[in-house]
């Protein structure tokens, strides 16, 4: 019986992690237009641009989150981890894509 309480916990653990990444997306993807529209003054052509870029690096860092919530399996650290990436997302684009994106305007 004990083995099948350990196995329901891994469960939920796998569950919550999944379900933090793909919010944390969700929420980004969601606030990031209207602070392309308003703070960073993107046309609606130059934030198709950045969304297409963001799916295909999201594409590419897909594999390396897989291989790092493998390594963590089901741990707190996992959630800490997605945690502190969800935290240091609007510090990201408030003073490391906001630079970058007006040394290189297109």
């Given at each position: 019986m004990?083995?099948?309480?350990?196995?329901s916990?891994h469960?939920?653990?796998?569950a919550?992690?999944?379900?933090s990444?793909?919010?944390?997306?969700?929420?980004?993807?969601?606030f990031?237009?209207?602070?392309?529209?308003?703070?960073?003054?993107?046309?609606?052509a130059?934030?198709?641009?950045?969304?297409?870029?963001?799916?295909?690096?999201?594409l590419?860092?897909?594999?390396?989150?897989?291989?790092v919530?493998?390594?963590?399996?089901?741990?707190?650290?996992?959630?800490?981890?997605?945690?502190?990436?969800?935290?240091?997302?609007?510090?990201?684009?408030?003073w490391?894509f906001?630079?970058l994106f007006?040394i290189?305007?297109?």
């Amino acid at each position: 019986m004990s083995n099948m309480v350990k196995e329901s916990r891994h469960f939920w653990g796998f569950a919550l992690s999944e379900f933090s990444y793909f919010f944390v997306w969700a929420i980004t993807y969601g606030f990031l237009t209207l602070w392309l529209e308003k703070v960073a003054n993107v046309t609606g052509a130059q934030a198709g641009v950045i969304f297409s870029l963001m799916a295909g690096m999201s594409l590419v860092f897909q594999p390396i989150f897989g291989v790092v919530s493998d390594k963590l399996v089901f741990r707190k650290n996992l959630l800490l981890t997605i945690s502190i990436a969800a935290i240091l997302t609007g510090p990201y684009f408030q003073w490391l894509f906001m630079p970058l994106f007006n040394i290189s305007q297109f």
